[in-house]
């Protein structure tokens, strides 16, 4: 090194420059320091991570809240789909005991279930049986046709007559619920032209 190199070199104490060069450059009063920086990026990586959780525990409420509704709906259609079932095989039970009504109201017309006598009796059983399961007969003369519920057999053109109205019940129609077992048939009475 020459003179002209030490000129132009700064000199410093050495217990300064011993610090300086230890801790790296000196804090500005004004300044931010490299602690404050690294602080703030500490921070703004917390904040960052602090949303992305917020994000992602959002995301699951809300799958759990579909997961809920999803299931509640599955329970109450299971519920409605096993009601319906216990109606059909309720009604397909009872389908087999519809020709000993059938049985039991002719064998009323004709007079063979005197009070009293041991058919009758039975014949009460039976009947009440079915009224306990929630059978209802429908299908009633002077009602009027309901092509829904009724099943015309015949059709009778009748003079006044304004609607289609059942003349005459040929078998008695039965449900259990909002289940048909078997639909009433019936002779109808129809406008003459």
Known sequence: MTDKDFDNEEVLPDDEGSEASA??????????TVDDILGTAQNADAAAEDAVIADLESALLNDLKRLQAEYANYRRRTEEQREIEK??????AVKALLPVLDDLDRADKHGDL??????????EKVRGVAE???????GVAGEAFDPQQHEAIFQVPTPGVTESTILEVVEVGYRLGSVEL?????????PAE
């Open 132 to 138: 306990k399961l929630g059978v209802e007969s429908y």
């Open 182 to 190: 078997r639909p009433a048939k019936v002779v109808v009475a129809v």
């Open 87 to 92: 109606e059909r095989a309720k009604g397909e």
């Open 23 to 32: 801790s790296g450059p000196e804090p500005q009063e004004e300044g931010l």
């Open 114 to 123: 005197e009070e009293g006598s041991p058919f009758s009796a039975i014949a």
